[in-house]
């Protein structure tokens, strides 16, 4: 299933830069830009700015996972993208 639209909360593969391969939950959306974090590098603190189109969406988000915006929301990401990554790499 393809997904076109990025919402908050959405996961998604870096396709371009020298994150290629990394996997980011989305933070937020504005314009054609995604403010991503994957919890270890970049927080919620601090996210990085991907262009929609060097990224791949993938039909997963955290709100469906019960993960919300508190203080130990930073390594709750980062232990659910580590258990995605290893999903992800079998689907390839």
Request: charged share 30%; proline share 3%; glycine share 8%.
């Amino acid at each position: 299933m393809k997904v076109k639209t990025p919402q908050s909360g959405q996961v998604a593969l870096s396709l371009q830069g020298r994150d290629k391969g990394e996997l980011y939950v989305i933070a937020e959306v504005s314009g054609g830009k995604a403010l991503v974090v994957d919890g270890r590098k970049r927080k919620l603190e601090n996210p990085k700015t991907k262009n929609i189109k060097h990224l791949r969406l993938l039909p997963v988000n955290i709100s469906q996972e019960g993960i919300v915006r508190d203080k130990s929301f930073n390594a709750r990401v980062a232990h659910f993208l580590k258990m995605t990554a290893g999903k992800v790499k079998s689907e390839e």
